[in-house]
């Protein structure tokens, strides 16, 4: 199932239930340029390495690369036993994008978001013997 952001008097609010609230609060903010509302929610390690006066700078140089945000959707989500991972498809006017935003769950703040092409959730991960293979001989 997947859960959307709709574009609302020019932000983006969330329709859907089952994420991550803080991780959906930072994608809000960060689409609507409400920077210091999101920069309060990364990782004191981030903030260490990017200051708040060079975070408004990034998400804009981001959005002068690819156009304006047309439409954001959530896509999918990774769970692992200290990390939550989700991943928003982003249709930018010049390309579509993925904003992979990872959630720590020991200091319940945002660890990283990046920018990836379009991830594919449902990937198989298990190794597929090719088909030629005769089962016979092994």
């Known amino acids: 199932m997947r859960f959307y952001l ?4 020019g932000l983006f609010t969330v329709n859907g239930m089952g994420q991550n609230q803080l991780i959906l609060e930072f994608v809000d903010d960060l689409t609507s340029n409400q920077f210091e509302k999101a920069y309060q929610k990364l990782d004191s390690m981030v903030q260490a390495q990017l200051p708040v006066s060079q975070f408004p ?3 804009q140089s981001i959005i002068a690369q690819n156009g304006k945000i ?3 959707e959530f896509h999918c989500e990774e769970l692992t036993s ?6 928003y ?3 930018f ?9 990872v959630y720590s769950l020991e ?4 660890s990283g978001f990046f920018l990836v092409p379009v991830y594919d959730c ?4 298990k190794y597929q013997s090719p088909s030629y293979k005769d089962e016979s001989r092994f």
């Open 6 to 9: 709709m574009m609302l008097t």
């Open 57 to 59: 700078l990034v998400w």
């Open 70 to 72: 047309n439409q954001i």
């Open 82 to 87: 200290e990390l939550e991972i989700n991943f």
């Open 89 to 91: 498809t982003i249709y």
């Open 93 to 101: 006017e010049n390309r579509t994008l993925d904003l992979q935003v």
């Open 107 to 110: 200091s319940n703040s945002i």
């Open 122 to 125: 449902h990937q198989q991960e």
